[in-house]
């Protein structure tokens, strides 16, 4: 007959720490242990426990597991994730919210700006031509001219006035043909200058009613 004590290791496994030849007593197995969880078990023919007990109260024998450790570990990560989860989510929510405001914020200042020039201009017109009938233009926000129809399309003129602009021979800056000197390099120019560009200002005189 062989009979065994066995106790829990740190890894939560069972472990062998004492044989002996025939059953013994729990005062006679566990003099002199230490505090823990024993169980003494007969292993012929098969394994079956005899008695179990414990030395010094429960809370004492129990050891530091490090499985528990990691999984304590992994779920702190876990709710730090999640935190950082939420954290992102309410800064894209907040940040989609500004980006809305910014553009409400932008499309009432140009409503403005388009009130303002509306009346500046019915009060002292500024003088822009259209570059297609070079006819003053009623208003500089209207998408198309009010005498010949055609396409008033900002950013086309200034690129094209860009393309009909000349260089400056020294650091090739975008320079106009009234320009004596670079206003990048502060060289003086020897270009030929020329005028005419898409859009000319000229002064027009309010037209009284009669």
Known sequence: MAIILQTRNAEN???????????????????????????????????????EAWVGEPSQGRKENPWLRKIESLRKRTNYLAWGEGAL???????????????INNDQRLKRVESIVAAINARTPIGFVCPTCQQPLLDLIDPYCGNCGSKLDWTDARRANRLESQFCPHCFC?????????????????????????????????????
């Open 13 to 51: 496994e069972f472990d062998t720490i004492a044989r002996f030849d025939r059953p013994v007593s729990k005062e006679e197995a566990l003099a002199n242990r230490d505090p823990g969880h024993y169980w003494l078990k007969e292993t012929n023919p098969r394994f079956k426990t005899i008695w």
């Open 89 to 103: 989510a309410l800064g894209e929510v907040v940040g989609f919210g500004l980006t809305a405001f910014k553009f």
């Open 174 to 210: 975008p320079v106009k043909p009234t320009q004596h000197f670079c206003t990048q390099c502060g060289k003086p120019l020897h270009i030929q200058t020329y005028s005419g560009t898409t859009f000319q200002f000229v002064p027009v005189r309010p037209r009284s009613m009669q």
